[in-house]
């Protein structure tokens, strides 16, 4: 792996790592909105931060697609489970499952046969 190719990978890990906290954005104002109310001011903020980082996703995306093959992205845009299970149990507190581990890895795999089925 050439120095290009190991800084365009930890460049998409961190747009994977940003998508995956949209999720806990989008989950915190779920229970902003629960508690205050959907025009309460700390909902429509968090809505905002969860708006402008998909922005960012998005427009990084396209930038990186001009890197990358379109497969490669795909395949590393799996890791995104893996980011989402680490969140809900570091920030949510949540049980993780072998259940999800399994379904995680079946993920993985798949994205793996697909690009790779050569």
Not at 40 to 55: D, E, N, W
Not at 60 to 76: E, F, M, R
Not at 86 to 95: G, M, R, T, Y
């Amino acid at each position: 792996m050439t120095k290009k190719n190991v800084g365009i990978f930890l460049i998409m890990q961190i747009m994977n790592v940003a998508f995956s906290l949209d999720t806990v954005l989008m989950k915190l104002a779920s229970v902003s909105w629960q508690e205050e109310g959907l025009f309460a001011c700390r909902t429509i903020m968090i809505l905002f931060a969860a708006v402008a980082v998909l922005g960012f996703y998005a427009v990084a995306w396209q930038a990186i697609l001009g890197k990358v093959d379109l497969s490669q992205a795909y395949l590393n845009k799996g890791t995104v489970v893996f980011w989402g299970l680490l969140w809900s149990a570091v920030i949510f507190h949540e049980q993780i499952t072998p259940f999800n581990i399994a379904g995680s890895l079946i993920i993985f795999m798949g994205l793996l046969m697909v690009n790779y089925h050569e």
